[in-house]
């Protein structure tokens, strides 16, 4: 019997890899210029109907809330968790016109994404002050935002308590999010921990 992967929402560096991926391949067509938004990458018309502003979508309790509830509706929707994935990183549009024959392909890619940290597939989101992202959107991403990492291999006793005590110029909070936003390690797991 297979086990469920996590949905989605629970890897926001894959869906932001995802749909950076998804505009490379699509540049010059309106499909490649779509600005999600957000460190969950949310689609702006489905943020705009769980009547979230773009700031709304920065903060990131509100957003992963949101992206849970939109995931759920998707996969209330569409009946299959991996159509629910697919819907939150490019649209549920993009889910109606690729059909069950296209998803196989794209849900491969992104269910490896889920469980390799180092995938190409990947990418991080710039956390900066609102009012910064908000007036730099229309120039494109500021490469110089993009945070820096420290590694971390989790050792036998440690727990992310341990760990913030051992780096306390780290927030608690940050450790969770290098877990994948996840209070639970296990010993030679690698954190990437943002300087």
């Not at 505009?23 to 309106?30: C, D, E, K, L, V």
């Not at 069950?100 to 390799?116: F, L, P, S, T």
């Not at 710039?126 to 959107?137: G, N, S």
Request: proline share 6%; glycine share 8%; aromatic share 12%.
């Amino acid at each position: 019997m297979a086990m469920a992967s996590l949905p989605v929402y629970y890897f926001p560096s894959v869906i932001r890899g995802a749909q950076l991926h998804y505009a490379h391949q699509n540049q010059g067509n309106p499909d490649g210029s779509v600005s999600f938004v957000g460190p969950f990458g949310m689609h702006p018309v489905a943020a705009a109907r769980m009547g979230l502003s773009p700031s709304d979508c920065l903060d990131s309790i509100k957003a992963f809330h949101s992206v849970e509830t939109l995931w759920l509706d998707y996969f209330c929707t569409f009946k299959d968790s991996s159509a629910a994935d697919l819907a939150i990183i490019y649209g549920g549009a993009y889910v109606n016109k690729l059909g069950n024959k296209g998803w196989a392909q794209e849900i491969q890619r992104i269910e490896i994404a889920k469980q390799d940290i180092h995938s190409s597939f990947r990418a991080s989101y710039p956390y900066t002050d609102v009012k910064e992202v908000l007036t730099t959107e229309d120039q494109g991403p500021n490469l110089a935002a993009i945070p820096k990492f420290e590694t971390y291999t989790v050792k036998a006793g440690d727990s992310l308590w341990k760990i913030h005590q051992k780096f306390p110029q780290y927030a608690l909070t940050a450790l969770m999010e290098a877990n994948g936003g996840r209070e639970t390690i296990y010993v030679g797991q690698k954190l990437q921990i943002p300087l």
